[in-house]
C-alpha cells in the first residue's frame, strides 16, 4: 500500500439494493408494532444507530439494547446507559453470545407496556400480545439476540453482514410476540469516523475494503488511546514504540512501522525477510473484533 495515501483515503459507501428494500418493509411493518427495540453496539453507540430510525418507527416506544457488551469497556458501558436513559429510553446492556441482559430486556418490555395493558384490561381487551421489532445495522448481532431470546433457533445467524433475509414472527412468552427484520444500514456514512468504526467491528464486508488501511488507522486509535493494551498484546516495548512515534518521519510511516513490529512478533514474516502486511492487518482486525486486545469503547459517552 502507498504510505502516502494512507491517511484519510478511506472512502465507503455501501447501499445495496436489497437495504432499500428492507426500510420499505420496515415502513410497513411498524404499524403493527407496539415497541421497537433498537439494537446497538456497545462499543460505537452513536456510529451504529441508523440515523433513518426515528423516521422510520414514527414515534413508537423504544428501548435500547447496547449488545456485544461483553467487547465493551465496563465504565463507559454504564456511562452509556446512563446516557439514553436522560433521554428517557429504557437501556440495557446486553451479550447475544452469553446471554446476559435477555431477561432485563423482557423485563423492561413488558414495563414500558404495562400501563397500556391495564388500560386494554378495563376495557375487556385480556391476553393481546405485545409487538415487539428488533432493528440494528447487519452484524450487530440481532439474529443471534433473537435466538437467545426465544431460547431456540429461529433466525438464520451468521458472520457475515446481512444474514438475516426476510421478517419473521417468533412467540417469546405468554405476552409477547417479536417480529424479527433484516439489518438495515444507511446509504451515506455521515463522516469518516462512522465508516472506520463499522470497518473496525465488522458491520462493513471487507471485501469492499483495503484491509490494511482499516488496519492503519485501527491501530492509530489504539496507540492514541489504549497503548498499553495493545503493547501488552503483541509484546512491544512502549518506550520504543514511542520513540518510533517521535521520528522525524511522516505520522503514517511511524504508525505502519509499529504495525510492521507487530507483524513480526506474531510470526508474519514472508520471503526475503519482510513482514505481510496483509495477515498482520487480518490479525489486529480479527483480535479487535474478538475483544482479544482488550474491552474496548471507540466512541465515548461524554
Known amino acids: 500500500m502507498n504510505n502516502d495515501n494512507r491517511q484519510n483515503s478511506t472512502n465507503i459507501n455501501w447501499y445495496p439494493g436489497h437495504m432499500a428494500k428492507t ?127 426465544a431460547k431456540k433457533t429461529s433466525a438464520g445467524v451468521g458472520n457475515k453482514p446481512g444474514v438475516t433475509k426476510q421478517k419473521q414472527w417468533i412467540r417469546i412468552n405468554d405476552k409477547i410476540e417479536l417480529l424479527d427484520t433484516p439489518g438495515v444500514l444507511w446509504p451515506k456514512f455521515e463522516s469518516e469516523e462512522v465508516a472506520l468504526n463499522l470497518a473496525y467491528t465488522g458491520t462493513i464486508k471487507e471485501e469492499i475494503l483495503d484491509r490494511v488501511e482499516i488496519a492503519y488507522n485501527l491501530t492509530k486509535y489504539l496507540l492514541e488511546n489504549e497503548m498499553e493494551l495493545l503493547c501488552n498484546r503483541y509484546s512491544l516495548n512502549k518506550e520504543e514504540v514511542q520513540n518510533i512515534l517521535k521520528q522525524d518521519n511522516p505520522e503514517n510511516e511511524n504508525i505502519y512501522e509499529v504495525m510492521l513490529k507487530i507483524g513480526k512478533n506474531r510470526g508474519c514474516i514472508i520471503s526475503g525477510g519482510n513482514i505481510d502486511d496483509e495477515k498482520t492487518s487480518r490479525i489486529i482486525l480479527d483480535e479487535f473484533k474478538n475483544g482479544i486486545i482488550g474491552k474496548i469503547t471507540l466512541e465515548k459517552a461524554e
Not at 54 to 83: F, H, S, T
Open 23 to 149: 426500510k420499505r418493509q420496515i415502513t410497513e411493518d411498524v404499524k403493527l408494532i407496539d415497541i421497537v427495540v433498537e439494537l446497538l453496539d456497545a462499543r460505537i453507540p452513536i456510529s451504529s444507530q441508523n440515523p433513518d430510525i426515528a423516521k422510520l418507527i414514527k414515534g413508537k416506544k423504544r428501548i435500547i439494547a447496547l449488545n456485544k457488551c461483553d467487547l465493551a469497556d465496563n465504565k463507559e458501558n454504564q456511562r452509556w446507559v446512563n446516557y439514553f436513559e436522560s433521554k428517557n429510553i429504557p437501556t440495557v446492556l446486553t451479550d447475544s453470545n452469553s446471554g446476559k441482559g435477555i431477561d432485563l430486556l423482557i423485563q423492561k418490555i413488558e414495563k414500558l407496556m404495562l400501563e397500556e395493558q391495564e388500560k386494554l384490561a378495563l376495557k375487556g381487551r385480556v391476553g393481546r400480545k405485545i409487538k415487539v421489532m428488533i432493528l440494528g445495522i447487519p452484524n450487530v448481532g440481532k439474529s443471534s439476540l433473537i435466538n437467545r431470546i
